[in-house]
């Protein structure tokens, strides 16, 4: 009985201490793990912009880790439904503008980049076009869109629509709808209305963002942040915000996976004791 009795005190101890161990090395694994190879919606948020600028100027926040060498295509075209307004197979530019930003160096989470800073091309020819080049976007002061995106085909990636993968959408005209001007655009596939696809009345203002006191509040998740930037009252008049914001980290499948391994390895190891 009193060797019975040691076992009872001793083996609850070591499954517990077994079960920290391993669940300390699934996180650390998951800290380990590489930055996206591509972007998804919602990794990138647009926090900003001025429309009477010479050029005309916004602001990004990355909501993930981003790796150098990843493209981001905007544009202040319009979506009419299926496409970008007045892009066409040989014109790259559609009626209105667009850029290229390129990771030069992994981002972090949280960094906040100016459309006037590294990284953009805003000159230059547009592969797979005779006509239209790369310029910095002119926003409308009466109203009009900012659409982030990547496309695999860097051969015309305004027109080529089957391999673009939409990450935000930024509206100043409270309101989407189909793209019928150049004041007008619609949410693209992928994203979603007060989430990705953002939609506020400042049309009028010539230089808006989120609210500094805002921005350098806790931290929180990427999809915190999104709820964030999509509530109207945390918005402000005055110069684009610069620096970082606090992203918390959500954990990788692979770091569910890991701690699920963990858990079954210890009620292993438990039913081996017990029999």
């Known amino acids: 009985m009193g060797h019975g009795q040691?076992?009872?005190?001793?083996?609850?101890?070591?499954?517990?201490?077994?079960?920290?161990?391993l669940l300390s090395l699934a996180l650390a694994a998951a800290t380990a793990l590489p930055a996206h190879a591509a972007?998804?919606?919602?990794?990138?948020?647009?926090?900003?912009?001025?429309?009477?600028?010479?050029?005309?100027?916004?602001?990004?926040?990355?909501?993930?880790?981003?790796?150098?060498?990843?493209?981001?295509?905007?544009?202040?075209?319009?979506?009419?439904?299926?496409?970008?307004?007045?892009?066409?197979?040989?014109?790259?530019?559609g009626n209105e503008n667009l850029t290229r930003w390129t990771a030069t160096s992994a981002v972090s989470a949280g960094t906040i980049i100016s459309s006037i800073g590294g990284g953009f091309t805003t000159s230059g020819s547009i592969a797979g076009t005779t006509a239209g080049s790369y310029a910095s976007l002119a926003l409308g002061q009466s109203g009009d869109q900012i659409y982030a995106f990547q496309n695999s085909n860097a051969t015309n990636p305004l027109f080529n629509t089957a391999t673009q993968t939409h990450l935000f959408a930024f509206d100043d005209t409270n309101g989407f709808e189909n793209a019928t001007d150049s004041g007008s655009g619609n949410v693209t596939p992928g994203l979603t209305a007060g989430s990705t696809a953002l939609s506020l009345a400042f049309s009028s203002s010539t230089s808006i963002h989120v609210k500094t006191s805002v921005l350098a509040g806790a931290a929180k998740t990427k999809d915190e942040w999104l709820a964030t930037f999509a509530d109207a009252q945390n918005w402000e008049t005055g110069a684009l915000p610069t620096g970082s914001i606090a992203v918390s980290a959500v954990p990788e499948p692979q770091t569910y996976a890991l701690m699920l391994s963990g858990l079954l390895a210890v009620g292993f190891i438990a039913r081996r004791r017990r029999g």
Do not use: H
Not at 6 to 21: A, V
């Open 39 to 93: 972007l998804t919606a919602g990794d990138i948020a647009i926090i900003g912009r001025i429309n009477n600028g010479s050029p005309d100027s916004f602001v990004f926040v990355a909501l993930s880790n981003i790796a150098a060498g990843e493209v981001v295509y905007f544009t202040d075209n319009g979506w009419n439904g299926s496409a970008f307004r007045g892009a066409t197979a040989t014109d790259g530019d």
């Open 6 to 21: 040691s076992r009872g005190r001793r083996f609850p101890f070591l499954d517990f201490t077994m079960t920290k161990t």
